[in-house]
């Protein structure tokens, strides 16, 4: 019994971690950044998925905090958690393989899903320094799946970001820097990469073969062409399925009620 | 034992020389050495060479102080707090400091090498990013890569010779001089216990040549060794040891404090600018000591942030407000 | 939880078939899976490929019962209460087995860097000996080395490009099917807190691609996880737990018994010969379920191995006696 | 004030178990086998290097066991120790140059002081398996110095042995197999070799240069000629020192009053 809100009852911001949340299978062994990522599991964890596993990169594995962390390395990961224990732990389980699906932010993406944390700009003379890539290469490299939530501005969806921080379907084969498929570079590692790619516009796939990037759902409101505009490259709308799937009423409640009744990440939609 | 590892803030900060190869404790925003990260900008440090899983706020400072010339890592910025290292940032666009990019995991496993003692690592992760681009090797640029302080490549590339895995990523093992921890519990003759998430810790500490261990309090070795599997860091993996009580501060400690997210969203708003830097650092470190600073905080201040020791985290902070 | 990974002793082994990669956690005569070991024996398995940090009573069990056609490991002997593996040597002379000899460390490091997803491991471990010879590289002369289930080389060699080092020994990750763990305690979910030395224990549960758990006590999950940083492995990497009071028996465990050393002693002694093992395995495994072998055992014996629980170990054993 | 023992008071295994305590200094950092070298170890501890930390190879660190592990994976090696973790830890820490001394066994040794623990006779043909390396081969690789402690036999000090379990000071070079000096194979990794073999019969050196075994002192009652005909290669006898210095009633009362009162590893002498 899923009563889906009206337009006025929840912001983009809603969207977005229901969205996301929607992504994650039962069953799944998620690891998540720190932020709306990090909601949206837990989202998920108190709906469709309470199977799921969660693992944070600073060390905390199978987790189940009460209350929302406000980062990775925060004391309220602990609790609930199966193993607390470093980052050996949690890139050694990716990189053997465990991880179902990633979820990140980014800064810029590009029509093959690669997506720069590290500067905008040229990387010699940058514009603007960010954090840089923290554990979003990482990763991407080893999940099966990765979901990217993403502030959607036409300078931020590109045709080539600035730096390739965490690797898309096609990426730089060294030291030339060709572009050639993912696969080709990650061998027996090769498990998937980028499945999707959320912004505050739509929600966006890859096709697997060419590596670019599709328009899959638009939000409410947005049309496939005014998406397409707001991307420097030329986006794939042929495939659109309609219109992303509004967050229901218990949704809502549990992301303002249980996960983050201090909006903290997630802002209240003002009544009136 | 016959001779003690106690040391004071004071020369704690001094065993960390102009030039030094420094590492910490910690994750971000949490267990990080403050107390002693002030105190070496006090004594106004030069040309450091920080070598970090990840940075955070302590990073942010030693490079706004002008303590840092090259820093090796992958992240840098207050989480919810400060979104980027705007210090950091400022010094890359004015070119005062070296930075040398890998991944998280590839510095994780860089620590793990070195702890291990092997020369470097094998991994495939950020295979096809810039991180391995080869015009971005800036300490290869600087000429710096001596391959003994400084390893002779950033990275190679190999194949797996064994079960056809594919492309590898060999990176250098992280060799650091100094160490400098945050922890809750020492005991007399250097064994630690981390509570809680031990991040890096345990590699960090045994990858450096100097490891210095900052705790909430020094306790009874013979307490420590009751549970020696509880135990985190070995005893003759410490060199000197110090009790200062929040000395993370404004970090978070598990079980005893939380992040200080106000005094860290202060820092990030007012140090956007050098101006800005150096008005905050006289306000907060310059002329103070320890205690000077936490009458500073104040006690509602501390009080809040302190742990409910059931939780490990304080039910009342707010998390830094909105 | 919607599934429950709890299975029982014949099941446990039934997972376990013909011709399995096949791991154990533990260290040589403590906390081995003795009481699956005794079922496999009983179901009659065959052609298992051990590999293995160490041998110990177990692998001897498992060699002298024919159930192992490959054993890649270091050392195998019943510590003070046999000095080598008679049953292992008797097969090695006769060739009815396949050993494959690495150092400690290598398997150590094999096992790491499977546990990491790493295809190998770099170490500077044992250059110059005989294990690296190349006119002994079993696996390779059995024609074995198909680059899939068994590395394509036993090693190889190269030099440190970083710091100059020297000469390095790549040696392959320790890919296994399943490994068979014998711990303290196990919540439902499959958490794991393994009590005192935890041996290779991690890194051996996380290498292989199934990880059957058998403890002293099934505890709540949630108790474990009450305190998370004392456990050992994460609920995901286990997928079957069962509960067998013990189940290390002749082994010991920290905490809980000793090693029975007169048990280890007669095995030793009796099992010289393929008559004597066939023999011993009559009295005390065909035949035989665990409860059985117990009431065979005795209360005396049983109660007489059991760990003070402020000592961790028994303080009535006398070591095997003399 | 050490008063030594008269030759009737004590036994060959106390002799020996005396001779290798005295080659541990205080404050080193000491990796021990199980068995009689553990016995050494504890007995320096309990007398002249109290502040010596002492690695067992199944992952205790800095222990300071109250009784007597029959062997390193005992359950009383945890008790007094710094921390219990594992054999990662273990070798991590010996391959990162932490240890000054080793203390192990071996079967068969040679002139350079290779050490064989894997088998007698053809590798491939094998007149008898025995236990396999351990880690003998890997304490010995990074240890400054190692000590072995062996059962005098001419047939287990050889020219050559069966098999090089355990790096001496002159070690094969792969894939050939010739004779180099163990300082050109190991690099930085180069710490050092054996320092002393103390045999039921004589304690012997090795000229670090020429990676030559000689004997260093005879125990009571041997002669210098004696043990070099106990050898079946040139043994040099120039270098002599002298007696192996017997143990002091307090080294012995140790021993069998504290550490191994059950007999265990070292016999009581039968009074009489």
């Known amino acids: 019994m899923s009563v889906h809100a009206q337009p006025e009852q929840y912001g983009l911001a809603d969207l977005l971690c229901c969205a996301a949340?929607?992504?994650?299978?039962?069953?799944?062994?998620?690891?998540?950044?720190?932020?709306?990522?990090?909601?949206?599991?837990?989202?998920?964890?108190?709906?469709?998925?309470?199977?799921?596993?969660?693992?944070?990169?600073?060390?905390?594995?199978?987790?189940?905090p009460p209350e929302l962390p406000t980062s990775v390395g925060d004391a309220r990961c602990e609790m609930g958690a199966s193993r607390a224990s470093g980052l050996y732990d949690a890139f050694?389980?990716?990189?053997?393989?465990?991880?179902?699906?990633?979820?990140?932010?980014?800064?810029?993406?590009?029509?093959?899903?690669?997506?720069?944390?590290?500067?905008?700009?040229?990387?010699?003379?940058?514009?603007?320094?960010?954090?840089?890539?923290?554990?979003?290469?990482?990763?991407?490299?080893?999940?099966?799946?990765?979901?990217?939530?993403?502030?959607?501005?036409?300078?931020?969806?590109?045709?080539?970001?600035?730096?390739?921080?965490?690797?898309?379907?096609?990426?730089?084969?060294?030291?030339?820097?060709?572009?050639?498929?993912?696969?080709?570079?990650?061998?027996?590692?090769?498990?998937?990469?980028?499945?999707?790619v959320i912004s505050t516009a739509g929600v966006f796939r890859f096709d697997e073969e060419t590596g670019l990037m599709y328009l899959d759902t638009c939000h409410p409101g947005k049309t496939p062409t005014e998406i397409r505009d707001l991307c420097q490259f030329d986006l794939d709308i042929s495939r659109v399925k309609g219109e992303t799937v509004a967050p229901t009423l218990e949704e809502l409640r549990i992301i303002h009620e249980v996960l983050d009744p201090d909006e903290i990440f997630i802002p209240k939609v003002k009544k009136g | 034992m016959s001779t003690s590892k106690r040391t004071t803030l004071q020369h704690a900060a001094e065993i960390i020389t102009d030039g030094s190869r420094l590492t910490f404790s910690g994750f971000t925003i949490w267990r990080r050495p403050m107390a002693i990260v002030f105190e070496l900008i006090r004594q106004h440090r030069k040309h450091l060479h920080l070598i970090e899983v990840q940075g955070g706020s302590h990073t942010e400072f030693l490079v706004g102080a002008g303590c840092v010339d090259i820093w090796e890592s992958c992240w840098v910025g207050h989480e919810l707090y400060g979104k980027y290292g705007a210090n950091l940032s400022r010094k890359v666009a004015d070119k005062q400091i070296i930075v040398e990019d890998y991944s998280h995991a590839e510095m994780m496993f860089r620590f793990a090498a070195a702890a291990s003692g092997a020369p470097y690592a094998v991994t495939q992760t950020s295979l096809g990013t810039d991180i391995h681009n080869p015009e971005y090797d800036m300490l290869g640029r600087a000429g710096l890569r001596d391959g003994k302080r400084i390893a002779k490549h950033k990275y190679q590339f190999t194949e797996d010779p064994f079960f056809g895995a594919g492309s590898q990523v060999l990176i250098p093992a992280a060799k650091v001089d100094i160490a400098v921890m945050c922890v809750q519990q020492v005991g007399e003759e250097g064994t630690v216990r981390v509570n809680g998430q031990y991040y890096s810790d345990p590699e960090v500490a045994r990858a450096a040549d100097i490891t210095i261990v900052m705790a909430e309090e020094i306790v009874p070795?013979?307490?420590?060794?009751?549970?020696?599997?509880?135990?985190?860091?070995?005893?003759?993996?410490?060199?000197?040891?110090?009790?200062?009580?929040?000395?993370?501060?404004?970090?978070?400690?598990?079980?005893?404090?939380?992040?200080?997210?106000?005094?860290?969203?202060?820092?990030?708003?007012?140090?956007?600018?050098?101006?800005?830097?150096?008005?905050?650092?006289?306000?907060?470190?310059?002329?103070?000591?320890?205690?000077?600073?936490?009458?500073?905080?104040?006690?509602?201040?501390?009080?809040?942030?302190?742990?409910?020791?059931?939780?490990?985290?304080?039910?009342?902070?707010?998390?830094?407000?909105?």
């Open chain 1, 21 to 64: 949340s929607r992504e994650v299978g039962n069953n799944e062994i998620v690891f998540a950044g720190t932020g709306l990522p990090m909601v949206a599991i837990m989202l998920a964890q108190n709906t469709h998925a309470p199977n799921l596993k969660l693992i944070f990169e600073a060390g905390t594995l199978d987790g189940r």
């Open chain 1, 92 to 196: 050694s389980i990716a990189q053997r393989g465990y991880v179902d699906l990633g979820f990140l932010g980014g800064a810029e993406v590009d029509q093959y899903g690669n997506v720069n944390t590290t500067c905008i700009g040229d990387y010699l003379n940058p514009e603007l320094r960010l954090t840089g890539s923290g554990g979003n290469p990482d990763i991407n490299s080893f999940a099966k799946r990765t979901v990217f939530i993403m502030v959607h501005e036409k300078r931020r969806f590109v045709e080539n970001v600035s730096y390739i921080t965490s690797p898309g379907w096609r990426v730089k084969k060294w030291p030339g820097g060709q572009f050639v498929h993912r696969r080709e570079l990650y061998g027996s590692a090769f498990r998937g990469g980028p499945s999707a």
């Open chain 2, 221 to 322: 070795e013979e307490y420590l060794r009751r549970n020696a599997d509880q135990n985190t860091i070995v005893s003759f993996e410490v060199d000197h040891i110090l009790e200062c009580p929040f000395g993370a501060h404004p970090t978070g400690m598990f079980g005893r404090y939380d992040v200080d997210g106000a005094f860290l969203k202060e820092f990030y708003g007012r140090t956007r600018t050098q101006e800005g830097f150096d008005d905050f650092a006289n306000e907060w470190i310059h002329g103070q000591n320890h205690m000077s600073y936490l009458e500073k905080l104040g006690w509602p201040r501390m009080l809040n942030l302190k742990a409910n020791s059931a939780m490990n985290y304080s039910p009342r902070e707010k998390k830094g407000g909105k």
